[in-house]
């Protein structure tokens, strides 16, 4: 399927617009290879399988923009970019996938970089959504006493409840 995609890529031509941003083949193609968006299995047309997914994400830079979460540290994104390189076969793979996308260094860097940024958001964004209730919590403690217990001493759950939250959450 990435062999059709690159195919394709060789006509780069716009496949859509998202507030005024311009996705082209190469960028889906890009996207694809690099993991950035996922391919559908067996997908016969994997133009259409993958382009919901890399518009949604375009979507998502643009709101994560609007309120600035912070940056990722650069391990995170040099820890990631080492995740993507091991994707590939070899050095060498790697380097050609970042040439027959028109992809540099710096801008799959950019990249990883929107995806930690995304990735933040969601949490922040999303984190009051995901908060357990106290219910949730003392099944929780109740559920897991070993994990508060200490010298055959279970710590009461007034004492427990806040690292019982943080573990459930």
Sequence with gaps: AHDDLQAHAEADRVLAVVNGTLILLSDLDAAVRFGFVPL?????????????????????????????????????????????RARFPSAAAFEAALAETGLTADELRERVRETLRIESYKRQRFAAALQPTEDDVARYYRAHAAEFTRDGVLASFEQARDEARRRLV
Excluded: M, Y
């Design 40 to 84: 559908p299995e067996g997908a016969a047309d994997p133009v259409a399988a993958a382009l919901p997914a890399l518009i949604e994400r375009q979507l998502q830079v643009a709101e994560v923009n609007r309120f600035l979460p912070p940056e990722a540290p650069e391990a995170a994104v040099d820890e990631h970019v080492k995740t993507i």
